[in-house]
């Protein structure tokens, strides 16, 4: 058992975290007369390190999650998820949506192609709130950055969320909430035998072009933002407003990241300065799910689908449930980290 643990702290800190990058990094540094010690320093080594580490798996990881993501059409996932009914088909999409893009604007078109297949709303909006809040990007980036316990309980409570919500929709019956555009719309699906192996490799490959060119501006800024917290704002002011004094600290992350557009690549290395800097855990995840789930460029493509009593009451589920998780995550900080 003590070899199987090293192995995954091994794996954890060397292969997700790439902390040999990190050392890297600041030996070159140091070998060009720029101490990684200073703020200076040490703000250049946390950007060239998180943009190097984020990007390459980003790269990774939409790959391989597009090409599963290939087999997986919202005709043949209509089929699937046909087969079950009640809180079985809430699961089930909650599930599908760990494989799919990383931010709720990629979400929202393959959610109106779930809707418009005929797919039972809950089931669609369970698919919404965990495509972006708990996809296997997050579950991955955050057990490099948080540990193994965090990612997982992050995983399972955004899965919890995601499925309350999509049932509670489905018993509230406003499927008349739904533009009407998209009720009727007729789906086109690609045939799966049209797709071979180097089909789908190719779509992968696209995806990974497409996204990266998308979000790269993103984590660029998110990694600024985050190096800027890490070496030039004091201690005392985070913790003042987001640290264990504050009981209001988590309502105020999630509402502070609800005007942001960025995805769990952009947003990983702010909460990962602000947890350095003292804030507690549960404050720091809102903050990702408010990002990841109800950025505000979400929301104005979602209000095209549907109507402002959905909408409504869309957002809040997701806030209530993200302000749940928070406290959550706070409470049992000191048994997770």
């Known amino acids: 058992m ?55 798996l980003l790269c990774v990881l939409i790959f391989i ?19 079950f ?20 604007c990629s979400s929202i078109p393959l959610f109106i192609g779930f809707t418009s297949a005929g797919l039972p709303l809950g089931v669609t909006f369970s698919f919404l709130i965990s495509s972006p809040m708990v996809d296997i990007g997050s579950l ?20 919890v969320i995601a499925v309350a919500g999509g049932t509670l929709i489905e018993k509230l019956h406003l499927e008349n909430q739904v533009e009407e555009f998209i009720r009727n719309a007729k789906q086109i699906d690609i045939p799966l035998e049209e797709l071979t192996v180097i089909d789908r490799m190719k779509y992968a490959w696209e995806q990974v072009v497409e996204t990266f060119k998308k979000v790269f501006p993103y984590i660029l800024v998110g990694v600024g933002i985050g190096a800027f917290i890490h070496n030039w704002i004091p201690e005392d002011i985070i913790v003042r407003f ?40 549960g404050v720091v995840l809102s903050f990702m799910m408010g990002v990841t789930t109800l950025s505000l460029p979400s929301m104005i493509m979602l209000k095209k689908a549907i109507k402002p009593k959905l909408l409504g009451l869309f957002i809040g589920i ?19 980290i």
Request: charged share 10%; aromatic share 14%; with cysteine.
């Open 242 to 281: 987001l640290g264990t004094g504050n009981p209001f600290g988590v309502i105020i992350a999630t509402i502070a990241g609800v005007p942001m557009y960025a995805d769990i690549f952009g947003c990983i290395p702010i909460a990962e300065a602000l947890l350095t800097k003292g804030a507690r855990l």
């Open 85 to 104: 009914h009640g809180i079985g088909a809430n699961i089930l999409a909650a599930l599908l949506g760990t494989v799919t893009p990383f931010c709720s």
């Open 318 to 336: 997701c806030t209530v449930g993200i302000i749940i998780v928070g406290y959550a995550f706070n409470a049992f900080q000191y048994l997770l």
């Open 2 to 56: 003590q070899f199987l643990t090293t192995i995954w702290i091994f794996i954890q800190d060397q292969i997700l975290g790439m902390k040999w990058l990190s050392l890297l990094i600041g030996e070159f540094l140091y070998s060009i007369g720029l101490d990684t010690s200073g703020k200076i320093g040490g703000s250049v080594q946390f950007f060239i390190y998180d943009v190097i580490k984020i990007v390459f």
């Open 65 to 83: 999650i597009s090409y599963i993501q290939s087999y997986f059409p919202p005709e043949r996932t209509k089929r699937i998820l046909g087969r």
């Open 140 to 159: 991955v980036l955050l057990m490099s950055i948080f540990g193994t316990k965090v990612a997982v309980v992050y995983v399972l409570l955004g899965l």
